[in-house]
């Protein structure tokens, strides 16, 4: 894509909050934002039958987050969002919190969030957020990089086998993440134009 193409201010290197002034505190805002976007969004949970990992809002605040802050703010928000729910805020589905929230079988979606924010932030960075195409196979890509690290956790934690773990921690999840995922790839392009369009 040439940069004729791009919205004004929208050269590659840049993400959304990038056109916000006031960097450092910009950045404190927006983590603080993005930590309470995400607790928002986790409160948006469907009890899966037979697993202990509900499908929630999380991994649509992640892919989000993590393409309108970028890379660092994005790894940032992860890691507030993990220490909050560490010391018992309830920021997790449910409204859970706590240690055991953490660390427990569905704790390792959580830590998955931290290489997935940087992925989707970093390539969002170089622009993969603008087009829907090209925003659509990286949220899925995110998402996937959550799985990679819930799954085997999810196993690790509850002594289910693999093919268990699976079973109820990654097929069910499949059609909503795919779906979230043409959310995100909606959502970021428009915002893309409509900043482009001031």
């Known amino acids: ?21 006031g960097a450092r505190t910009r950045d404190v805002a927006l983590v603080v934002g993005g930590v309470l976007g995400m ?82 932030g970093l390539a969002a960075r170089h622009g993969a957020d603008r087009r829907f195409l090209r925003a659509l196979p990286l949220f899925v890509a995110g998402q996937l990089v959550v799985f990679a690290v819930g799954v085997p956790w999810l196993a690790l934690t509850t002594g289910m086998s693999a093919s268990e773990a699976l079973a109820a921690g990654f097929f069910p999840f499949l059609l909503g993440g795919a779906v979230k995922a043409a959310v995100a790839g909606a959502v970021l392009p ?9």
């Open 39 to 120: 607790a928002l969004m986790a409160q948006v949970a469907v009890p899966v039958p037979g697993s202990p990992v509900p499908i929630t809002g999380q991994t649509l605040g992640l892919v989000l987050v993590a393409a309108a802050l970028g890379p660092v703010r994005a790894v940032s928000v992860m890691g507030v969002y993990i220490l909050a729910a560490l010391v018992g805020l309830p920021f997790y589905s449910e409204a859970s919190g706590g240690y055991e929230a953490v660390v427990g079988a569905t704790g390792g979606y959580v830590v998955g969030f931290v290489p997935a924010a940087y992925l989707v």
């Open 1 to 21: 894509m040439s940069s004729a193409a791009l919205p004004a201010g929208a050269r590659p290197g840049l993400v959304l909050a990038d056109l916000l002034p």
């Open 190 to 198: 428009g915002l893309w134009r409509l900043v482009g369009r001031r």
